[in-house]
């Protein structure tokens, strides 16, 4: 017994030094940086940063990565402590809410000095990272919600392909006639995501779910969302859409596991940088088409061009300077967006874009094709999440609207109610 | 105790007048009986490990395709490779050892502990045992989503981010549930032993080592299985402090495959997921052989 | 309270060591969990206590005292919290006696020297030790789901299975079983329990022609009821405490049916940064368990029978 704690104090002393030594100071600058991902995306990254490296060899970067859940409880946690690190990865969801509590630092003067090249960057690409005109993230590579269709399955149906600017009336004629055709469902019940709720309104409407400032609705008639709760049910009563109880059922595992890939479902709906996850999981020989999402009757484009996610450089950086130089390059960089394999979604700098083109897979292409359609068929984005955002979409919009509608325990016209008085008191806050 | 009945034992009865044969048939019936009830559940008890190594050898357009199957349809252990790869040439190898020092290192200054101190709420009397037994059981009610901001605050102020010392220093002081658990073990330990020593001049701290301690092997080896795998499995307070990739565990590194928003490798996870059960089965088949030993304190009370 | 230094007949000494202070002694041996008592758990606890009448936000990293408004709000407004009470309470009233009873039960059955009883131990212990990570999840939404293992069984006896996770009515039941089915660990409690009862007690009972029945109720319970005692006070506590397989699996849905109290916690601490509201739900739980655990404590004079009490 005593020799064996003897030991392991010893090996616990030597721990302690050799990470210690660890820590001690190197003539180089460190920048450290973090980021969520799987494990394609750490590869292709750390890959990345490592030919960032071996072309300046004066700066170290330190970097951290953790799946989607647990970055945000681990910066979090960093946050509180004074630990975060120069360059973090952030989300068009939350991007406000560290702003407001002045967690992250404007990019404009970046810019102004041309540290941060955006000359090849579109507005409107970088319009998602704006919080009350300043920017506060780079946008690292451009998605938009889709639906993708199973070529096969229409044809077997006999069904057309249908236009750009389809309506939910064409969905729920087409969704209908694909169940009764060939017995499987349309398309699962992924449908009830707030993000249709917030394009909504910015399709029928010209406006979105929140108003400009997040201090309220966006919207006085409730008809619209009504309207679209009244399709659903609908259509999972008549079973051409996945029934929400079976949807609980399977929870969240991942965009690999739509109802599209084993073919239950006709068509699907996610993100298009996703489309590769998707693809993936099919196999090859399937024929996937991105298509637009429906639209409200007579309205605009139910589309946006959605940052899928930023770097955005925090208030506690101990180098903001070079984490800004790293951020240029990191989407710039022909050479470092050829490593990223536009597994982000697709590069917003047109030279990289046209430099990747020829390279690409079929999935990806489809990606490429896809963003092409859109930017001439989309409704300009809206401001960043409000603050409120996140306690509305967790406590109202799942328990308190959608989950009680889709059990059948309220109608549609009922939920709304309770989802604007709710929503109401949690944004005048 | 029940009425004795010195002519009606049940046991001799049936040894004395049924013949040889009979009863070792009725022997090898309870046998085979056995193992069927038994066996079986046992396979229901398995059933969720066959499935996930089973889906551990689908091909990625396999998993999702061919859910409930547990045989794969084509075989494909290249899910394991890939996912052993690791992180930008950060593989499992590394995780592995981290998680095994941790696990190890962890459970030694844990266990032990543990009996240090259950010793001395079981064994001594002394002022305020009450106090500090009923606080050391509160500690156990909190849940640590509340504490661990404050703790990360107090351990980055010690500069001990990317360190071990936040992982192993608080184990020194055993763990609560051991603890508790111990204790209760040791009140079941008659104090005639303790007595006779106590005779013969031991201090406390002697009962404790050669009278206890012996004694206590199968709680001991309970808690070792317990607190390796719970260190085994435990996410939370490595995701916090150990940030550096390199020092990550296994545990933390199944999570870091997974991201509903891009693209995850399902057949890596499992492969993964399932390897990490085996140290943890290796290490609970070997110890639980000496739960069959026992204690057997004769020689006192006959 | 100085011991006496004159030198006492041989008794008298061997009294007051047995039924004396040792204060220094004891001190000693619980001073490793003391200090680091005092260095790492109690400012943690202490810091959570305040901010439970505060309204901290994790990331604005400051909060203002608001007196009780918390608690108002959890009682009085908050309709997740009641329904979170409901899960977690529901959740233990079936899962823990559940637990324990198979885990008695096989513990029992695998109290024996057969060969190859290593194997069954590890098969009944195996679902205890999956742990929780994704891959776990998925494996365990598989076998309740509507083709999977549960209504597999279930079919075999001419019931059809419902949507086990799906529905409002039966997720809760996919936690209750899933937590009567890993019920290794206090099985592995009770099993070094049983292996604590001396032989020898068991074989003058067979001499005295006891059977199997009265051995159990006169021998084995009676030893075992401080492992019991252990076993349904940490259940209990681990059964409020209940997170893991909810955040994983369920994620509280549907319609927060499976929304367990800790789990509620982490969402308002994690998601909605409100770690002020957070503290003050973990401390009104705090003082839930903490009752409840000094009731169970006081009725154990009543029922748990120490060795080490005997013959005092």
Redesign the interface.
Known sequence: ?KT??LS?IL??IA??VL??V??MAQDQTEVRISW????????L???AIELYEELHPEIDI???????G?H???L????????LPDIMQHDYARIE??VN?G?LLPLDSYIEDGVIDTTNIADSSLAGGLVDGELYGINLGNNSENFTLDADAFEAAGIEIPADDWTWNDFEEIAMKLHEELGIYAIDAGITTEQLWKSTYMSCCDSWAYNEDGTALGYDDDQPLIDYYNMLLRLQEAGAMQ????????????????LI???EAAMAYF?S??I??VW????EDRNLIMHTVPRVEGGQPQNYIKP?MFFSITSQAKQPDEAAAFIDWFVNSIEANEILSA??GVPVSSVVRDAMAPTLGAAQAEMFRYLGVIENNNSPIRPADPAGH??IQ??VW???FV??IM?G?ITPEEGAAILREEATRILGQ | MATIKSSDSVISKSRMTTPKEVWYKRKGVQTVLYHLFVGLAAILMLYPLFWLFGSSFKPPDEIWTNQTAIIPNEFYPDNYPNGWAGFGGINFEVFYKNSFFYAIVGTLINVTASCIVAYGFARVKFAGKRIWFSIMLLTLMLPAQVQIIPQYIVFTQLGWLNTWLPLLLPRFGGQAFFIFMIIQFIRSIPTDLDEAAMIDGASKVGIFYRIIMPQLAPAIVTASIFSFYWTWDEFLIPLIYLNKPDLYTVSLALRTFSDPSGQTDWGAIFAMSGLSLVPVFIIFVTFQRYLVEGISTTGLKG | MAESVITLPKTKRKKSSKFGQHNLVGYLFISPWLITFFLFTFIPLFVSLILAFTDFNVLANSGDFIGLDNFNRMFNEDRRYWKSVYATVKYVVFAVPLRLIFALAVAMLLNTTRRGIGIYRAAFYAPSIVGGSIAVAVMWREIFGNEGLVNFVLGLVGIVGPNWLGRPETAIWTLIILAAWQFGSPMLIFLAGLKNIPKALYESAEIDGANGWNKFRHITIPMLTPIIFFNLIMQMISGFMVFTQAFIITGGRPLDTTLFYALYIYRRAFENFEMGYASAMAWVMLLVIAILTAVVFRSSSYWVHYEADEGN
């Open positions: 017994m064996t704690k392991l090996t616990l721990t302690f990470s210690s660890a820590v969520w991902g799987s494990q394609t995306r750490h590869d990254t750390i890959a330190v970097y951290e990565f953790q799946g989607w647990d945000w409880t681990k979090a946690t960093q946050a509180a402590g004074g630990e809410e560290w509590n967690l029934s929400y109880e079976e949807n609980v059922a399977m929870g969240d595992q991942g965009v690999e596991a739509n890939v084993p073919q993100w940088n996703q590769v996850a993936g999981a099919a196999g899928s597994e982000r996140a306690d967790n406590n799942g328990p308190e989950e009680p059990f325990l």
